[in-house]
C-alpha cells in the first residue's frame, strides 16, 4: 500500500517528465526542419507552405530566432483559439466531436472530484478508528482518505450511497445533453454539407447472379422496376485487385526512374548503369534511365489490357453496385427499406462516402459474412480470455535450457556470454511487449475478417474489441490478481454473488496502483503523443535514407489520423475508473480531470496542425462512447454493491438495487431517443434538403455529377488521360513527368544550393526547391480536403474529373 | 423413483379417461342442441344454418339416428380431410400455421425418438453395473434405461455425445425448413389476399401537438410535403371510450325491452310494470316498456350529443392517425423510413388490421412508453421469482388461529364446525389455484400496459410471459425442488459451474415426473378441449337463465379462439422437455410424440369447426416458436454438459462446448434470414401487387374504399344511419326491432311450439323459431367473416358501408 509520499514522489516524476517532453516540443516545432512532422495538417489544407524565399540557408533547417523559444506554451492560446465551427470547418465533425468526449469528461469529473472531495473525504476521514490519532494517520495511507476507513456497518455508508444517486444522475444527465448535441450537431452536419455523393446513392450488395443477364443489367432492371421514380443509375464495382497491385509496381518504377534521371542531370557526365541479374552486381550493364523507361512502358502495357479485362469481363463485376437516386428522398427510401422478398438479397444501406469504402470487403456474400462473424466474436473471446497460453508458451521457450532442448543447433550461438544475457533479461518481457504493440493491428485484421464495408465501421469495431481486452485485462485483471484465464476459472466457480465482493474489496486497494497508471499510460502518453517521437524520428530516417524523390517526402510526412481504434478504449477506461472510484476513493479523481484537461489541449493542437482524418464518419462513434460510459455505470454499481455487502451495509441492498436498473431504463430510453439519428436518416430531412436545391439550381445535371463517384479509386488514375491533361486541378503521375522536365530546366540554374553532408540529403532539397509549387499543389488535391474541392470542381463546370483517392488508398495500413 | 408398472398404470388411467371423454364427445356434438357449442364456426362462417324443416320437437333437441352413435371417430376424418390452403381460406393463415407447430413437433420427435430407443436404450441398459441381472432390473425401474444407468467414466457416453450432435442437426434442420416454408406461406398469403385496408395503411404516432394547428391539419401537412407522391388521406383516432360506455349502455336497455314486449306479446292482457325505487320493490309503477323506451331514447340524445362532442371538439383527437398511400409501395416506404429529425416523434409502423387494433393503447406517448415497458419487465422479474410470497401470505392467513387473530370479530363464524373443516381443507390450496387461474389474464393486462396497439403482438407478449414464468416454475421448479424465490437465491450462491450439475443430476430423475405431467396436462388437457366442457356447461347455463332475446344466445354461443397466449408456452415447455430428454430419458419421447398427435388432431377439429380466430396477423407468432426452440436445444445442451461433468466424461467438454456454438450460429442466420420476411414489407412485393391491381382495376377509387377503415368501431353502429336502412348487408339494432315486430305478426300463427319447462327455454325456442333467418344473418356479417365480406359490399359498390366490430370489440376478454 503506497504511502501519499510516494504517490507524490511519483507525481512529481511524471510531472516533471512531462515537462520536459513540453519543453522539447517547444524547441522542436519551431525549427522548420520539423515543419512537416509538427504541422503536416496545415499543408494538406494549402495554409502553410514553404517559403523559398530569400530566407539564408541555415534559416531552412534551424530557427534562430531567440523570442520564439522563450514562450514555450505559445501553443497553447493557438490550440485554443479555433471555435467549434471553424474546426468542423478544418478537420471534419468526427475530430470535434471526438474532442467533446474530453471535454464531456471534465463536464462529468469536475463537480464530482468537487463534490467528492468536500463530503466524502471528511467523511472517511472521520470515520476511523483511528479518530484521534488523525493528523498523523491520514498523511502517512492513502487508505485513510477512502470507504476503506469507515467502519463495517457504520450509518455513514448512507452518505455514500446519497453519493452514488447524485453522481448517477450527474452523469446522466451529462450524457443525455451530450448525446442529443452530438445527435443535433451530425444532422446539422449533414444538412448543412454541400452536394455529396454518398447522400444520392445507397450501396446494393447480395445481388442475384441472373444466368442471361449480367449483374448491370439486373441491377438496372431491378431498381427500375421497384423504384421507378427516384432511380438513376448504377456504379458497378470491379474486382481491381490485380489491376491495383500492377499500379503500386509502376509507381515503384517511376520513382526509381525519377532518382536515376536526377541522378543524371546533376552529373552528365556519366550515365547512370547497373547489371540485370543478382541484384544489379553481375550480369550484362545496361543504362538504368533506358532500363526502368522500357520497363514502364512494358508496365503500362499490361496495365492497360488488365484495365481492359476489367472493364469488359462480366466476372470481374463484383455483386455489389452503388445505386444512385435522383434525390436525397429516393435514397433514404431505399436505404431504409427492404427490397426483395429473400432478405438475403438485394442488401441496402447508405454508401459510406467514397474515400470511407473498404473495396476488398465488398463482395462477401451474406452466407460467408454471417459465418465469419460468428467465428471472429469466438475468436475475440479467445484472444481475451487466452491471449496469455501462447504467449507464455513463448516464455517457456525463452527460458534457455528449454530453448536449447528444442533447438541443440542453437547450442553453440546461446552459451556466448552476450548472447545469454540478452536473452535471459529481454526474451521473456520481448513476447508480450511484441503482443502488446501488434495487438491493435491484429484486432483491426479480424475486423476486416467480419466483412465490414467502411474504414470507419472498422475502426469502430476494432476500438470495441480494444475495449473488452482492456476491460478484462486492465481492469479485471489489475484487481483480481492473475491472468485472465484464471479469472474465467475462478468466475465460473464462484458463486455470482461472491464476484462483486471480490471485486469490491480489491478495488479500494488498488486505487494508487491506478493513479500510477494515469500518470505513466495517461499523463506520459499523452505529452509522448506531442513529441510525435516515432514519426519525428521516422521522418527523418526516411528523409536521410530512403526519400529518393519529393514524391517519397510526400509520403514521408505522415499526418496520421486520431487513431478512434485504440484512443476510444482507453478514454472509455479513464471513464471507468474515473466512475468506480468516484464513492470509493475520491483522491482519484483529479488525475483523471489533469488527464481529461491535458489531453484536450493536446489532441486540440494535434487535431488543428497534425491528424489528417481519412474519412468523415459525421460522428457515427457517438453511440458507442454513450453506451461504454452507461456500461462503466452499471460496473461502478456493481462494484460499490460489492464493497457494501462486506462492509455489512445491509440495508444497502434494497437502495443500490434501483440505481442498475434506473441506468438500464436511461439506456434504452436514450437509445431509442437518439441513435436512429445514427443511423438512419429521417425523410423530412431528405426532402427538406431536396426542395432547397431544386429551388436553387433547378437545371443541375445530377447523372453527370454522380457518374464516377464510386468508381474503384484505382482507374481514376488513368481515367481519361485526354482531359487530365488539360486539367490544371489534377495531376496525373505521366503529367509529373512532363512537367518535371520542364520545370528542371527552368529552375537548374536559378537556385542556390547548401550541400550537406548526406548526398541524399542534397538531393531531397535540391528536389523540394525545384517541385515545391507542383508537388504541393497535388498534395493538396490528393491528400486533404481532395474530395470537397473534388465536388467544388465538378459542380461549377458541370464535367465530372474524378478525385484523387491513390496515396489515400496506398497508404491505408 | 416410479417403476414401469406404476407409469403403466397412470399411462391407462389418462388413456381411460381420455377414451372416456372421446365417447362423450361423440355422443354430445351430435345432439342438436349441442350444435351451437360445437358448431359455432361453422354457423359463423355460413357453413351451417339451423334446418327449421318439418322435424319433430325432440329432434331438434336430441339425436335419435343410430347409426350416428356407432362411429365414435366419425370427426377424426372430417378433422383431416381439409387441405391446408382449405384451412387458410377457412379459418385465416394464423391458424393453419398454428397446427404445423404441431407437425414440426412430430417431424422433429418421431426420428428422434425412433434413433433415441433403437441405439441409446440399448447402449443405456448395457452400461449398467447389474448387466447379468437385466432383465428383472430394466422392468422393475424406468431409471434403468436411461443414462443413469451407464456406469460414470464409460466411453459409451461418445454414443449420447454423438446422439447430441445428430438431434441438434436435425431438429435445426426441420427448424430451417419449416420458418422457411411459413415465411413462404405468409407472403404468399399477403400476395393472394384481396385488396385490404391495412396493405395501404401506416399507423402514425406520437404526432408533434402544433399550437396554431389541430392534429389532423399537422398530419396532413406534414405528409403531404414529405410523401408528396403516394400520400391518400388519414384517418384521425377519436378518443371515444365514454361514447363506447354510452353505447354499451343503450344496448343493454335494448335488451330489456326486447325482452318485455315479447312478453306482452305473448301475454297481451297484462303489460309488464315494474316499481321506479328501490331495486323494483318500492316507489311509483310504471309501464316497462314505455320506461325503457323513455330512457333509451334519453340515452340517444346523450350519445348524439357525446357524439358530436368526440367528433368535433380537437381534444377528442388524439396525437395517432393512420394514414393511407395511394400504393402499397408508399405505404411499404412510410411504414420502414424514418420520419422526423426527432426519432420519437412522427414513428410510422404497418397498421394492424382494423379488428386486430387495440384502441385503448393508441395515444401513449413515448416517453411514457418506454416506462411502462421498463416497469413491466421489472414486474415480470418479480412475479415470475416472487409470486410465491403473497401466496404463501395468504395461506398463512388460511391458518385458521391466525385468521382469528387478525380478524377476532370472525371467530364465532369460524368455530362453526363445517365452516371450519372447509377452510381448513379448501382455503391453503385455493389461493395458488385462482392465482393460476388467472394469471394468464394478469399477463395479458400487463402486455395492455405496455402498451402494444394490436391485439395480435398482446397475445404474443403474454404469451412469452407466460413462458417464462413455465420455465422456471414448470420445468427448473421441478427439477430443483423449492419456489422460483429459492431458486433464485440458491443460483445467486451456487457457483455457475454447480448449476447445470445440479439441473443435470435432477434431469433423469424426474423423467417420471414429466411423464405424469404430459399425461396429465397434455393428454387429457386436450380431451378436456375438445369436450369443450366449460363452454357448453355454461351455454346450456345462460341459455336457462340469462338468455333472453336471439341476440344474447349469439353471444352465449362462445366460439372462442385457439389462444396462443396460453397454448403457444405449453408447447414449447413440450418441445423443451423432448427435447432434454432425447438423450437423457429417450422413454420420454413417446409421451410427447403421442401429445402432438392428439392434440394435432384436436385441434384441427376445433379450428375448422369451432374457433373463430378475431384477427389475422399472418403467422406474426412464428420467430418467437423458432427462437424458443433453439433456447429449448440450448437448454439441453447445458443439462447434458451438466449431466456429463457428474459422470466424469471429462473428454466431453471440448466436444460438447461446440454444440451450444453451433447452434447460436444456426440461430442468428435464421433471424437475419427468414425474421425480416415477419416484420418488413419487401418493396418489389408491393409493387408487383401494385402493379397487378393498376393493370387489372385502371378506375378503382381507392380513396373512397379507404375512407372509413380505421374509424374507431363504435362509430360505425350509428354512422349514417339513412344508409343502413336500405342496405341488406348490414344490420342494426333499431332496424332488427322493426323487422322483428313484422316478423312476429308473421310468424307467430304459423308455428307449432314445444312448451318445455322453463318458461325460458320455452322463450328460447320461441324465439329462434321466429328470428332465425334475420339474426343467422346478421351473425353471419358481423361476427366471422365480416371484415372479407365488408371489403366485398365495399369494392362491388362503391360506397363505404363500414364493418360492423362491435361484438368483436364487447367480447374481447
Redesign the interface.
Known amino acids: 500500500m503506497a504511502t501519499l509520499e510516494d504517490l507524490g514522489v511519483s507525481a512529481f516524476i511524471n510531472i516533471l517528465g512531462a515537462f520536459v517532453f513540453l519543453i522539447l516540443f517547444a524547441v522542436l516545432r519551431i525549427q522548420p526542419v520539423n515543419d512537416r512532422v509538427y504541422f503536416p495538417k496545415l499543408y494538406l489544407a494549402g495554409k502553410r507552405q514553404h517559403d523559398h524565399s530569400a530566407r539564408s540557408a541555415v534559416r531552412r533547417f534551424v530557427n534562430l530566432n531567440v523570442c520564439t523559444y522563450i514562450t514555450f506554451l505559445s501553443w497553447v492560446p493557438g490550440a485554443l483559439r479555433m471555435t467549434e465551427n471553424e474546426l468542423v470547418a478544418h478537420a471534419g465533425l468526427d475530430s470535434a466531436v471526438y474532442l467533446r468526449i474530453y471535454t464531456l469528461g471534465l463536464k462529468i469529473f469536475l463537480p464530482i472530484a468537487a463534490l467528492a472531495l468536500l463530503v466524502l473525504i471528511p467523511v472517511n476521514v472521520s470515520g476511523g478508528t483511528l479518530l484521534g490519532l488523525r493528523k498523523e494517520v491520514v498523511f502517512s495511507n492513502i487508505d485513510k482518505l477512502s470507504i476503506s476507513n469507515v467502519n463495517p456497518g457504520s450509518n455513514r455508508f448512507f452518505i455514500h450511497l446519497l453519493m452514488a444517486y447524485v453522481f448517477t444522475f450527474w452523469v446522466c444527465f451529462m450524457l443525455y445533453k451530450e448525446y442529443s448535441n452530438v445527435a443535433f450537431m451530425r ?1 446539422h452536419f449533414l444538412a448543412s454539407q454541400k452536394r455529396r455523393a454518398d447522400q444520392f446513392t445507397v450501396i446494393v450488395r447480395n445481388i442475384p447472379r441472373i444466368s442471361s443477364h449480367s449483374t448491370s443489367e439486373t441491377v438496372d432492371e ?1 431498381f427500375r ?3 421507378p ?1 427516384h432511380y438513376l443509375g448504377q456504379q458497378p464495382v470491379y474486382n481491381a485487385n490485380r489491376y491495383a497491385k500492377l499500379v503500386k509496381k509502376k509507381e515503384r518504377l517511376q520513382n526509381w526512374l525519377d532518382y536515376y534521371q536526377l541522378k543524371f542531370e546533376r552529373h552528365p557526365e556519366k550515365r547512370p548503369t547497373r547489371r540485370t541479374g543478382c541484384f544489379g552486381f553481375c550480369g550484362r550493364e545496361v543504362d538504368q534511365i533506358d532500363y526502368y523507361r522500357a520497363r514502364i512502358s512494358e508496365l503500362e502495357r499490361k496495365m492497360a489490357s488488365e484495365r481492359q479485362k476489367v472493364l469488359n469481363d462480366p466476372k470481374a463485376i463484383m455483386p455489389v453496385s452503388f445505386v444512385t437516386f435522383d434525390s436525397r ?1 429516393g435514397a ?2 431505399c436505404a ?6 429473400n ?2 438479397q ?1 442488401l441496402t444501406d447508405w454508401a459510406p462516402e467514397p474515400r470511407d469504402v473498404y473495396w476488398q470487403n465488398l463482395a462477401i456474400p ?2 460467408s459474412l ?2 465469419r ?2 467465428l471472429i466474436s ?1 475468436a475475440v473471446f479467445a484472444l481475451v480470455f487466452f491471449y496469455m497460453i501462447p504467449i507464455t508458451f513463448v516464455q517457456s521457450l525463452a527460458n534457455l535450457e528449454g530453448l536449447e532442448k528444442v533447438a541443440p543447433f542453437l547450442k553453440p550461438v546461446i552459451e556466448v556470454n552476450v548472447v545469454k544475457s540478452f536473452l535471459q533479461g529481454f526474451l521473456p518481457g520481448l513476447a508480450l511487449k511484441i503482443f502488446l504493440y501488434i495487438l491493435p493491428t491484429v484486432l483491426m485484421i479480424m475486423s476486416k475478417v467480419e466483412g465490414y464495408v467502411s474504414l470507419s465501421s472498422l475502426e469502430r469495431r476494432t476500438a470495441s474489441k480494444y475495449y473488452y481486452f482492456m476491460l478484462v485485462n486492465v481492469f479485471l485483471g489489475s484487481i483480481i490478481a492473475g491472468t485472465a484465464f484464471e479469472q474465467l476459472y475462478y ?7 461472491q464476484i462483486p465482493r471480490t471485486i469490491g474489496v480489491g478495488i479500494p486497494m488498488k486505487a494508487t496502483f491506478f493513479m500510477t497508471y494515469i500518470m505513466v499510460d495517461g499523463w506520459a502518453g499523452i505529452a509522448n503523443e506531442i513529441l510525435r517521437v516515432k514519426p519525428l524520428v521516422i521522418y527523418h530516417l526516411k528523409n536521410m535514407f530512403i526519400v529518393k524523390t519529393e514524391r517519397d517526402r510526400e509520403r514521408a510526412m505522415d499526418p496520421g489520423s486520431i487513431g478512434l481504434g485504440e484512443n476510444l478504449p482507453s478514454l472509455q477506461l479513464y471513464f471507468l475508473l474515473g466512475l468506480v472510484y468516484a464513492v470509493v476513493t475520491p483522491l482519484l479523481l483529479p488525475f483523471i480531470i489533469i488527464f481529461f484537461a491535458f489531453a484536450f489541449l493536446v489532441y486540440r493542437h494535434q487535431i488543428i496542425n497534425v491528424y489528417n482524418q481519412e474519412y468523415e464518419s459525421a460522428a457515427a462513434f457517438w453511440p458507442q462512447v454513450h453506451s461504454r460510459i452507461i456500461a462503466s455505470l452499471l460496473i461502478s454499481h456493481v462494484t460499490l454493491f460489492g464493497l457494501m455487502s462486506t462492509k455489512k451495509a445491509a440495508y444497502s441492498t434494497p437502495l443500490l438495487i434501483f440505481l442498475p ?1 434506473l441506468t ?2 436511461f439506456h ?2 436514450c437509445k ?6 445514427f443511423r ?6 431528405a ?1 427538406e434538403k431536396d426542395n432547397m436545391e431544386h429551388a436553387s439550381e433547378p437545371n443541375l445535371n445530377l447523372k453527370s455529377f454522380l457518374a464516377n463517384a464510386y468508381l474503384h479509386p484505382i482507374f481514376h488514375l488513368f481515367e481519361e488521360p485526354a482531359k487530365e491533361e488539360e486539367s490544371q486541378e489534377t495531376v496525373e503521375v505521366r503529367i509529373d513527368k512532363a512537367q518535371q522536365q520542364q520545370q528542371q530546366q527552368h529552375h537548374h540554374q536559378e537556385e542556390t544550393h547548401v550541400r550537406s553532408s548526406s548526398q541524399y540529403h542534397h538531393e531531397e532539397s535540391h528536389f523540394r526547391s525545384t517541385h515545391e509549387t507542383h508537388y504541393h499543389h497535388e498534395s493538396h488535391v490528393s491528400r486533404s480536403t481532395q474530395y470537397h474541392e473534388g465536388i467544388h470542381v465538378r459542380s461549377d463546370t458541370d464535367s465530372p474529373s474524378p478525385p484523387h483517392f491513390i496515396y489515400h488508398y496506398d497508404i491505408q495500413p
Open positions: 444532422l431491378f422496376r421497384n423504384h421514380d428522398w433514404a427510401v431504409q427499406t427492404q427490397q426483395s422478398k432478405p438475403t438485394w451474406f452466407f454471417s459465418i462473424r460468428f469466438v468466475f465460473l466457480h464462484q458463486p455470482p454473488t436498473l438500464i431504463w434504452k430510453y431509442s431517443r437518439f441513435e436512429p439519428a438512419k436518416y429521417p425523410l423530412e430531412e426532402m
